[in-house]
């Protein structure tokens, strides 16, 4: 009997335990939040800054199965998009959480302050749709998959 109660303590403690307990919807879109803050142009100058918040220092962003880039190359690429797209606004609509991992549906919109991947310039904006699936350790993004629908906003940019 006291072999069972001692393995019925140990699981049911196991089981509640805060590292194994599943993250609320808001403390999710609070974790990831900063990183979604940097993508805004209206805080350009604190870009980097967000992005280490919300990120561990090992942290990989994937856009595709086997393209990832580590926490400064995005930093810089994010520094890129903002300065080419002077009033880009990035919202996250919806989150969604399983175990460690959040999904995230987000909105992203601007025009672009010239030519922008491959479209020339005509003063139009853009709104795309990302998802984005970051997996969370320790209260930071440790790894992230994303993708934009960029070929629409070009599509946008480009038509008459």
Same mark, same amino acid.
């Given at each position: #009997?006291?072999?069972?109660? !001692?393995?019925?303590?140990?699981?049911?403690? !196991? &089981?509640?335990? *805060? @590292?194994? @307990?599943? #993250?609320?919807?808001? !403390? @999710?879109?609070?974790?990831? !939040? *900063?990183?979604?803050? &940097?993508?805004? @142009?209206a805080f350009a100058p604190q870009s980097a800054d967000l992005i280490r918040q919300a990120t561990a220092p090992d942290w990989t962003s994937c856009r595709e199965n086997d393209v990832c880039s580590g926490r400064d190359e995005v930093i810089a690429g994010v520094a890129a998009r903002l300065k080419s797209v002077p009033d880009l606004t990035w919202q996250i609509k919806d989150v969604a959480v399983a175990g460690n991992q959040v999904t995230v549906r987000g909105e992203a919109t601007g025009k672009p302050a010239g030519p922008f991947m491959g479209a020339a310039y005509s003063g139009k904006s853009f709104k795309v749709m990302s998802i984005d699936i970051h997996t969370i350790e320790n209260g930071r993004m440790v790894r992230s998959y994303h993708v934009e629908d960029w070929i629409g906003a070009v599509r946008q940019l480009s038509t008459e």
């Open positions: #009997m006291k072999r069972v109660l !001692a393995l019925y303590m140990l699981v049911t403690t !196991a &089981a509640l335990s *805060p @590292a194994r @307990a599943e #993250m609320t919807v808001e !403390a @999710a879109r609070s974790t990831v !939040a *900063p990183f979604y803050k &940097a993508l805004n @142009a």
